[in-house]
Structures are given as C-alpha cells and as structure tokens.
C-alpha cells in the first residue's frame, strides 16, 4: 500500500510549462495532451489529486488499524478517472451524488483530506455527514456534493430528479417567476456514479430509461473494477460488460474508456461535457479501472484473486502507472515525482493527526436534524380556522382534490406526479372538449394539471420507485414534490426508497440536506372486490421509521385541513388517504377555504364519554362510532379519540381521556400482531398504567390476506359488531 519506487527510466522530452506540441508517431496520451493543451500545470494538478486520494485511503487504512477510526473502504484504482471528472466539471454549478469509491473526485472538488478523515474519525470536522455516516459516505453541500447513504443503486433515480428540478427551475424562471435562494443553471451537469456490481440493481435501469426519455443531463459513471465485492461483472451483466449490454439503447451515447489513465479519461469526460452542457441527453461512461486493495477492510480479496490477477492490478494501477508515464514522456523528474510524494505523505499524515485530536460531538447531538428546526407541524402556526362556504356535501375526495389545486396555483416549487396523476399527458389533448382526461384511478387529482403550470403536473412511469426517487432529488434541490403511490398494496418496490433515503437525509446529512416531500398513498379495504392485493394496510411500517410524518384522516375535513399542513410542512409525511372514506355521505364537510390547516400531533374528541375510551383512526372511526351510539342505548358512555397523525402521536390526549373513563380499546384495521395498537398499549403502560381499571383490549383485522368472497372479506376485517363485542367485555371487567 505505499507508494513503489520509480525506476529511473530515459527521459524522452524536456520539462516545459507550455503545452506540449503532438509529433509523428506519439501515443495517444500525448495527441490528447496537444488537443487539450496540457500543460505542466495540469498534469501535476492530475498527478497531485490521484497521489493524495490514494494517501488518503492510507492514511484511514492506519486510524482504522490504530483504532481511530471504525470503517474504512478505499478508492484505490479509481483515482485516474474521478480526476478527471473533478477537473472538467463544476463544483458549486453542477451536482455530484457519487458512491464510495468516489474520493479523488471529492478531492479535485474541493473538499479536503482534513474533512474525510476527520468523517473516519466520527468527529465535529466530519462536513459530510456531522458524524452521521460511515467514511466514503460523500457530501457536501456547499460544493453541491449530496449526501449518500450506504445503499447501492438508490442514487440513480434521485440523480434523475435533481436534473429534473434544475430544469424547471430554469423554466418557471424565464417565466418570472421568483425562486428565492434556489439556485439553477441553464447548462448544468448531474453527475452520477456506481461500481459495476450495482449496475445490477433495477433502478439503474429504471434510471436510465427517465433520463434518456427526458433527455436529461445526467452524466452516468460506471466505475468497472471488475468485481462486486467477491462476484466477478461477468456473472452479473450480459456479455460482461455494461457498454455491450446497452449498446443502442434509444436516447443514451455511450463512451468506453480507460479509468485507470487521466489523461484518456480527460478526452472521454470533456466529450460527454460539451453533450450534456448541448442538453442533448444523457450520457453513459464506461471506465475500466483497478481494485488494488480489497473491497474494503473487512475483506481479502486473496482467496478469490489468483497473485497473477493482483500483479496485473498492481501493473495498470494508476498510482503506478501514471507518473511512469509521466517520467518516460520527459514531462516530470523522478525526484519531482518522489519530492511531490513526499510533500503529500507529509499533509495528509498532518491531516491525520489534527483529525485525531478533533474534538468529537457531545451526547446531546445525537437526535438534532431528525425533523426541521424552523417549522414545526405541530404548532399553532398550522391551526387555522375554517371559513365554510357551500353545503355540507363536500366528499373526502374533493377536499383533497381542492387543497392540491389551491397548493399548486399558489407555489410554483409543488411537483404533482404518479402514475395516471395528470389529466393528459399529451398536450394536444387538452384541446379535445369530448375527453374528460384521467386524474387518477380515484379522479383525486381530476383537474389538477389544467390549473398548474406547464410541466407541474405530470404522469410518472408505472415503477413506484421511480416516482420516491425522483421525488427525494426534486425536494433535496428545494422543490416540493406532492407525489402519489396508486395503491398502498405496491409501495413495497419503493420501501428501500422511502425508509433509508427519504426519511434519513436531514439526519444523514447533520441538516445540510432536506427532503420536504408529500407521498399520497390510497390505502384499505372496505370495498368489494379489492381481495389480498388492492386492500391491504400497513401504517405501522412506517410509523416505526424515524424522520417522517404519518398522518391517516377520516373525514373530509380532516383531510383537507392535514393535507395542507403536511404540503407546508418542512419534512417527509406519508399521507395515508383511506379508498373506502373518500365518497362516503357519514363524512362530508362544507368547503373550509383556501388556508385551513390542522396541526400534526393534536387527535380530535369525536365523540365524548366517561366509561370507556375507543382510540382510532381511519375507517374505524366511523366503525367506533357506531359501536358507541349502540352501546349508548344499553346505558354506556363510550369515548371516541380519532388520532388523525400516527407520528407524531397525540399521548396526552389518549392520556386525558384514559383517566376519566379507565379503560382504553384501541381499534385499527391494520391485522393484530405487531400492529401500531400494540405500540400505544406499550406506551400507556410505561406512561399512564396507574389510571387503568381493566386490560387494554384491541379490535384489528385478522392476521390474514384480505379475500375477494365478500362473505370472507366481512370477516378477515374489523365491524361495527367486533367493536361493541370488545367494548361489552371491556366494561365488563
């Protein structure tokens, strides 16, 4: 891992600071170094970039093994092609979402050997991540850098949304429209790398097929070393390369080169610029590059490397093979290449120490930047008074239908997309008075499209990760992504999506980077015919998940005055709109105006009581209803608590009602095991067990698939019948 001694070798050229002027019959490294003019200056600024990533990688390769640091994954053998990268592209006007072998490309970004070793170290030096993340775990935002999380393959279609939000910004801008501290550029690059392995992964494809259907400015790396992890690329892609396999592929240019040289690497990227900044798609580039040290240090690549593979690695390892070249060509000295080695081991080991002696986070940190600091959902900011007009008949549908429209007249950085969400998608069809156009399968965002602003509103291909991941890159560049899962029953393709990237990016990111974003999901029963796979629920997936919102209204109030709320909200919310509820007559409202708002965290008294307490939400707020005015006619008063947001739960109220009435049934459709009933149970036991009077009882579906036999379906979910039955023997005890 230290650096070779370089034997001296003939030097076929004079040192010079000029551009050095193409001969008969030299390489083609040199004929690119006379095309581009490069000079002295640019070579050592190459030879200096890829000699310090590769120091760096050492130098986490010692705090790990002194145990000053705890991870560690190198980007050895990847520094000839990154360099490039840093050198051609633009920090601060492009934007990168790399992965972990990117660190020369940091490096030539401007971030420092101080700052990535302070990220090993875990410490208040750490930009990246604020001691949130793993080493090699890039970001910085000042840099335009994003964060990345660990998992492979998720910053494909994020990278998809970020040139997305570039574009509209440029175009509600020339519409004059005023974007505050957005910032855009006309020609900007979004730059998005992988390892071979992870070119396996679908969204890489889904990925591609956005980009190259809207004609995105996204420059794909694909750093191909050959290996994921143990598994060689010819086990994994068809013919063992990703440029065969995607040769023709309609609407990408494809570039293949020679990763482990920054000078051919230079020629390739400077191409695919002048591509991209012509806005004439997206671009792929293949780069063969070496893996000289194991995946990372908790692997030995020698018990699945032959020594004569390793050797070869050794051989075309950039770290080598570069200032050879650079000594044979006559463009540096032996000792100026030892004396620059020296000079950079020198920095970066002075990095390491002063990393080492950072001062790490105090305990108190630990939860900052799980939600925002500046706009809380569950102030008084966000309760506002209704102002009714019209008649009591307003369905739950059209209140959400109603808030979506006034939202997005009323913020031009709100996006509307899903799958079917837009009336057309064809332009011309507007102008076709005898079609209605679609508005989603529910016709909750009927209309939507033809108040916005062009490109606002807009169908999504039938990938639901396609749509969160694109929608985590619009709202991380500041839009305000309201997006639409078409049934809960297939969220589960964008649950890796949802979980480990949407929820985590404030906190992943020490605050730097935010993901304020709306995900409608038509969720439940109820309705004949939906059977196991359009009628399931499954809120307390999500509910377990620090750093979003849960919000599951009832009514048509309700939904309305929440839907807004979480639109202004500064945080991921997954808006839970039950299918059973959105055209029935028992919870109707009159329209409650343009700025009705309802804090997150504040459950409503639907019905008041003093002998027990049903807490509920979702269709079984009606259901608990019933069930108490039933129970009412038998002598009994029964206290209703709709929680209406899941997270954050509302425990006081619980609380409250709990010491009056001493008994507590929890009702939810959501089947019994593990279901978010259970976590309410646990808290009151832990918070207010001393004013129960009787065990705490639950009414749920059946730890089963819903059934397409009505008959069966009646029984697979909670009825008003189940509910009364729990409340008899409640009140019983």
């Known amino acids: 891992m230290q650096t070779e001694t370089i034997s001296n070798e003939v030097i076929k050229r004079p040192l010079t600071k000029e551009a050095i002027p193409m001969k008969k019959g030299e390489s083609k490294k040199l004929k690119i170094i006379a095309k581009h003019k490069l000079a002295k200056k640019e070579l050592l600024q190459m030879l200096r970039n890829i000699l310090t990533s590769r120091k760096v990688d050492d130098a986490e390769i010692t705090m790990k093994k002194q145990n000053k640091a705890f991870f560690q994954i190198s980007g050895a053998g990847h520094e000839g092609i990154l360099t490039a990268v840093s050198m051609i592209l ?59 999380s660990s998992c492979t393959g998720t910053q494909f279609l994020q990278s998809c949304g970020l040139a997305e939000a570039g574009i509209y910004l440029e175009q509600i801008k020339k519409m004059g429209t005023e974007i505050g501290p957005l910032v855009s550029h006309h020609d900007e690059i979004i730059y998005c790398s992988t390892g071979d392995g992870t070119t396996s992964q679908g969204e890489f494809w889904e990925a591609l097929t956005t980009a190259s259907v809207n004609k995105l400015p996204v420059m794909f790396l694909v750093e191909d070393n050959g290996y994921a992890i143990s598994v060689p690329v010819s086990v994994q892609t068809p013919g063992g390369s990703i440029s065969k396999a995607l040769n023709n592929f309609p609407g990408l240019k494809i570039f ?245 990237e949407m929820a985590t990016t404030r906190y992943r990111s020490g605050g730097d980077f935010k993901c304020p974003m709306v995900v409608r999901v038509p969720i439940g029963g109820y309705l004949k015919g939906g059977s196991i796979y359009h009628s399931q629920t499954g809120e307390s997936l999500f509910t377990h998940i620090p750093g979003i919102h849960v919000v599951y209204p009832s009514n048509a109030l309700d939904a309305a005055g929440l839907l807004r709320t979480a639109i202004r909200c500064d945080d991921p919310v997954m808006f839970f709109e039950h299918k059973h509820l959105y055209y029935q007559g028992y919870n109707r409202t009159a329209d409650p105006g343009d700025d009705f708002m309802i804090p997150f965290g504040k459950a409503k008294v639907v019905r008041e009581g003093s002998d027990a307490t049903i807490v509920t939400w979702g269709a079984l707020v009606q259901k608990s209803t019933e069930a108490a005015k039933r129970l009412e006619e038998e002598g009994k008063s029964v206290e209703v608590i709709d929680l209406r947001t899941l997270a954050p739960l509302d425990m006081p109220a619980v609380i409250k009602s709990l010491k009056k009435t001493g ?71």
């Open 90 to 148: 633009k920090p601060k006007y492009d934007y990168f979402i790399g992965y972990y072998r990117d660190r020369a490309l940091c490096l030539g970004l401007g971030v420092t050997p101080y700052e990535m070793l302070c990220q090993a170290n875990g410490n208040t030096g750490d930009t990246a991540s604020h001691g949130r993340q793993m080493p090699a775990h890039w970001g910085n935002v000042k840099l335009n850098i994003v964060s990345k």
């Open 256 to 500: 293949e080169v020679d990763g482990c040289c920054p000078i051919e690497s230079f020629d390739v990227v400077k191409d695919a610029e002048e591509y991209l900044r012509a806005k004439s798609g997206p671009v792929l580039i293949h780069a063969h590059v070496t893996r000289p040290y194991s995946h990372s240090l908790s692997d030995d690549h020698s018990m699945y490397r032959t020594a004569e593979e390793l050797k070869n690695e050794k051989d075309k390892d950039v770290f080598n093979s570069f200032p050879k070249f650079l000594i044979n060509e006559g463009f540096f000295l032996e000792k100026e290449i030892i004396q620059l080695t020296e000079e950079i081991t020198k920095e970066v080991r002075e990095a390491m120490n002063r990393a080492c002696e950072t001062k790490t986070f105090e305990a108190s940190n630990a939860m900052e930047h799980l939600y925002s600091s500046d706009i809380d959902p569950t102030s008084d900011l966000f309760n506002t008074s209704p102002h009714f007009t019209g008649k009591d008949d307003v369905p739950m549908a059209l209140t959400i239908n109603k808030v979506l429209k006034s939202e997005v007249i009323k913020n031009p950085l709100i996006r509307i997309f899903g799958e079917d969400v837009a009336d057309f998608s064809d332009e011309f069809k507007f102008e076709k008075t005898d079609l209605k156009g679609k508005g989603g399968v529910f016709k909750i965002t009927s209309g939507v499209q033809r108040v916005a602003r062009k490109n606002q509103v807009f169908n999504s291909p039938l990938a639901e990760a396609n749509i969160i991941g694109r929608a985590i890159g619009m709202a991380m560049r500041g839009l305000r992504p309201v997006v639409e899962i078409q049934f809960f029953d297939y969220i589960w393709t964008a649950y890796m999506q949802l979980k480990n």
């Open 663 to 733: 008994r507590l049934l929890i009702a939810h459709e959501e089947q019994k095991t593990s279901g978010f009933a259970g976590e309410i149970a646990a808290r009151v036991n832990e918070e207010a067990f001393e004013f129960l009077d009787a065990p705490i009882l639950r009414v749920t579906s059946k730890d089963c698939y819903i059934a397409y036999c009505p008959t069966l379906e009646e029984v697979l979910l909670p009825q008003v019948e189940n509910v009364m039955d729990s409340l008899r023997k409640l009140l019983s005890y």
